[in-house]
């Protein structure tokens, strides 16, 4: 393990960004959000959480996969290249670690999805351990522990020092590359992790969602949870908007348009939200002709279609962002609750 | 940013059909002169220009839009043009507010006979837009040909 | 809070056992102070879970559309702010007076839970945590109402809506770009604006209509940002009436309400004071016209 006071955490920004990008949290506007790292911006590593997720950086919200470029009569099929730029990602927390799981269970499944791929190939995450988890947390429920992130490289700070532990080949050649700005923190780091465990574990006991049980939510009750009578209630002040969805660190329906330029065709994919009017649209109409099928939607998806086709992982990691988020206070927990979760009656 | 040594603005003017369309009309066969960079798009009536009409120009690469109609009083359909000026004076405010250059935006009254006139104001929309140089703040990158 | 929760309880229960109304639109207690949703109840049983706390700041009007097509009248709760919006809704004939029983309640101003977390309520004052809508409150007076619950309201002498706009025009252009493009950069596009906001009520968005062009999910370009933002409060201006509602559900805090109190301070200067929803039947400044209104390039006179 390696260590470096967290006044010195600038330098560290400098020689990470040096050779390559760094996205990190930055505040701009009273918001916290991943940005690219550049000495003038306002950093807020240890900010209790983005608005929106990491996701964005391996699954941008809107990317080019083709150009159509016309000439006459004919057309000219310009790809678009992969992404090759080698990057780093600091400050994720357990949570959205655990959703680029999620994601690459979607992705990195065949059909390969190629533009992920190289993104996740070239990205190297440096996590940072949780230590002021928020009211809206609810990590622990899907066996996350906040004190412990994977990635890459994993970080935690205490009592004003940053200690930072490679976990893979990739965060080794991180570390490597930073020689001479880390020191080894020897055993005293042992000691200060093992604090600082105790104390976000002690922390998490006290949040209100801690012990929310999740064990109603099995792919044997499908059609039960499917033909619930609850979800006319709980989806009916659902605006409709995609808030939820697009604060999501696991969201991963995307649509394909095409943009006309007036000299060519840009073939772009873009965030979808199965909240919207037009989602899954085709040529006899919608699937999901109300809010309420929509609505069902997210959440079966997250709680029980997507663990039915993945052993049993959900698709949500209790960021709360969209406890946090929700314009009207529907979210997935109170759906949780409301269908068989824990009950405080 | 590469600059273009021959770049004239390209202005998109939207004509109402029964007075300014045919003030164009009359410029043209009085031998008055304009721009040959003023597109003119031909709507019924000065009234029938959607906010998204403008922005959409812009986007498309115009870099000043100026919409003409009939003068108040004389429209029409009776009272379009009022609405109109209503509606544009209020979105040209806010797209001042959002920081545009104000002089690429601009509402003229044109009668059918006033050929004259037409070609007066759309020598003087082009300047105005020259010397404001070319639409940056309201473009589309994507709509942007490309520099070869 | 807790007396005026009693109060409109006791209404709606003899409302809906006397058949007045057949069901109640309100808020529904969440599992903490701060977050109820807002909810229809059918029964008396249901009510057991009605809650009117310092958190209900969503405003009910809009789900009038939705109600109005429904079987029997419906009870609404609403604030006085709320009350704005009602009027212009039943004006555009979006929501059927005769389907609405309107129950006016006090407010004493609604708080903000991003300001109240973790925050000790009973340090510093109710000020310091109130929804950012509620620093420019529009009174205590409903503007509609079939009848009232007494309570307490809002004291505090309400800020100047127009401040802020007016040191934003006093930026130069260069500036107030930046401004703007900083702030609507920020966007991502979740169109919770829009849906929530009484005076977006199309059926279908142009913004959702893909044949149109634009595109209503993705901040393709800088453009598209701009567009969305522009025409949103264009398509509402003059309908628009200041309740905050977009700015509140906005994840990014984008301030939107500074968009359409643009449009707001334009109107009363050229066009005559207008408050939209003051009363049903109003006509709005963008549906009327004077034969001697500024012309336009009279109106943006002045600074560069």
């Given amino acids: 393990m390696k260590k470096i006071a967290e006044n010195r955490l600038p330098e560290l920004y400098q020689a990470l960004s040096a050779e390559r990008k760094l996205y990190l949290p930055l505040e701009e506007g009273g918001v916290v959000g991943y940005g690219l790292y550049s000495p003038e911006k306002k950093t807020a590593l240890t ?45 994720v927390r357990a949570c959205d670690v655990r959703s680029f799981d999620v994601l690459d269970r979607v992705f990195l499944s065949d059909p390969v999805d190629g533009y992920y791929a190289a993104r996740r190939e070239h990205g190297t995450i440096v996590s940072l351990a949780c230590d002021q988890p928020q009211n809206s ?38 570390t490597d590359s930073l020689f001479g700005l880390l020191e080894e923190a020897g055993p005293a780091g042992q000691e200060q992790q093992e604090a600082f465990t105790a104390e976000t574990k002690e922390k998490l006991q006290a949040l209100p969602y801690h012990g929310l049980d999740l064990s109603a939510f099995t792919p044997d009750r499908l059609g039960e949870l499917f033909h619930d009578p609850k979800w006319k209630k709980l989806s009916q002040a659902c605006l409709g908007c995609g808030s939820c969805t697009f604060v999501c660190p696991t969201c991963q329906c995307y649509d394909v348009r095409d943009f006309d330029t007036g000299h060519g065709i840009q073939r772009y994919r873009c965030w979808d939200s199965c909240m919207y009017s037009d989602f899954t649209m085709m040529a006899h109409g919608t699937p999901r002709p109300t809010q309420l099928e929509k609505f069902r939607q997210r959440f079966m998806h997250k709680l029980v279609y997507f663990p039915s086709n993945n052993e049993g992982m959900y698709s949500c990691v209790g960021c709360g962002r969209c406890v946090r988020k929700c314009p009207i206070h529907m979210h997935i927990v ?10 405080d009656e | 940013m590469q600059v273009r040594q021959d770049w004239k603005p390209k202005i998109v003017a939207f004509c109402c059909n029964w007075c300014s369309y045919a003030g164009a009309d009359l410029a043209g066969s009085s031998r008055r002169s304009y721009p040959a960079d003023v597109k003119i798009i031909r709507v019924p009536c000065s009234c029938r220009v959607n906010p998204l009409f403008i922005l959409r120009a812009f986007q498309r690469g115009a870099d000043g839009v100026i919409i003409c109609g009939c003068h108040p009083g004389d429209c029409h359909y009776t009272s379009g043009n009022y609405y109109a000026r209503r509606r544009m004076t209020l979105l040209f405010k806010m797209l001042e507010y959002l920081g545009i250059e104000k002089g690429r935006t601009r509402v003229e009254w044109v009668s059918a006979a006033e050929g004259a006139k037409f070609s007066s104001v759309m020598n003087d929309f082009v300047q105005t837009v020259t010397a404001l140089g070319e639409n940056v703040k309201l473009e589309d990158l994507r709509c942007k040909e490309p520099l070869n | ?104 309640v006090p407010c004493p101003g609604m708080l903000d839970p991003v300001k109240t977390e973790g925050k000790d309520l009973s340090q510093g004052e109710r000020k310091d945590y109130l929804l950012d809508k509620c620093l420019c409150c529009k009174g205590a007076e409903h503007k509609i109402a079939d009848e009232t619950i007494e309570g307490p309201s809002l004291d505090l002498a309400p800020e100047d809506r127009f401040a802020q706009v007016r040191e934003l025009e006093a ?40 044949n149109s062009g634009v595109s209503s999910k993705a901040s393709a370009d800088d453009f598209e940002e701009n567009m969305f933002h522009i025409i949103r409060a264009f398509h509402v201006a003059g309908r628009c009436t200041d ?47 004077q034969t001697t209104d500024k012309e336009p390039s009279d109106a943006l006179k002045g600074r560069g």
Avoid at chain 1, 48 to 75: A, H, Y
Avoid at chain 1, 336 to 343: E, F, P, S, V
Avoid at chain 3, 29 to 42: I, L, N, Q, S
Avoid at chain 3, 183 to 210: G, H, M, T, W, Y
């Fill in chain 3, 1 to 104: 809070m807790q007396g005026t929760a009693q109060l409109i309880l006791e209404r709606a229960r003899e409302l809906m056992q006397s058949g007045q109304i057949q069901r109640v639109l309100g808020w529904e207690k969440g599992e903490f102070e701060h977050d109820p949703t807002p909810a229809f109840f059918e029964s008396e049983e249901e009510l057991q879970n009605f809650c009117y706390n310092d958190y209900c700041g969503a405003n009910l009007s809009k789900y009038l559309i939705a109600a109005s097509k429904l079987e029997g009248k419906t009870l609404v709760c609403i604030k006085p702010c709320d009350s704005y919006s009602l009027n212009q809704l039943i004006t555009e004939h979006r929501v059927n007076r005769e389907k609405v029983f309107v129950l006016a």
């Fill in chain 3, 243 to 289: 309740c905050g509602e977009c700015s509140r559900v906005c994840p990014q805090r984008i301030p939107l309400h500074l968009l359409n109190r643009k449009f707001i301070a334009d109107i009363d200067e050229l066009y005559g004071e207008y408050q939209a929803g003051e009363e049903a039947e109003q006509r709005s400044p963008l549906v009327n016209y």
């Fill in chain 1, 137 to 174: 947390c609810f990590c622990e429920a899907f066996g996350i522990d906040a004190a412990a992130p994977a990635g890459d490289v994993r970080c935690f700070i205490r009592e004003g020092v940053l200690y930072w532990q490679a976990l893979t080949d990739k965060g080794q050649a991180l």
């Fill in chain 1, 334 to 343: 109170k759906v949780i609750k409301a269908l068989g979760g824990k009950k």
């Fill in chain 3, 171 to 210: 930026l130069s252009p260069q500036e107030r770009f930046d401004f703007w493009r900083g702030e609507l950069s920020r966007c991502i596009r979740c169109n919770a604006c829009r849906n929530v906001c009484p005076a977006c009520s199309c059926v279908k968005c142009v913004f959702d209509n893909p």
């Fill in chain 1, 47 to 91: 900010a209790p959480s983005t608005v929106k997720s990491p996701k964005e950086l391996f699954f941008p919200q809107v990317e080019g996969v083709v150009n159509f470029q016309m000439q006459g009569k004919n057309i000219d099929i310009l790809p678009i290249e992969m992404p090759k730029e080698d990057f780093v990602v600091m400050g």
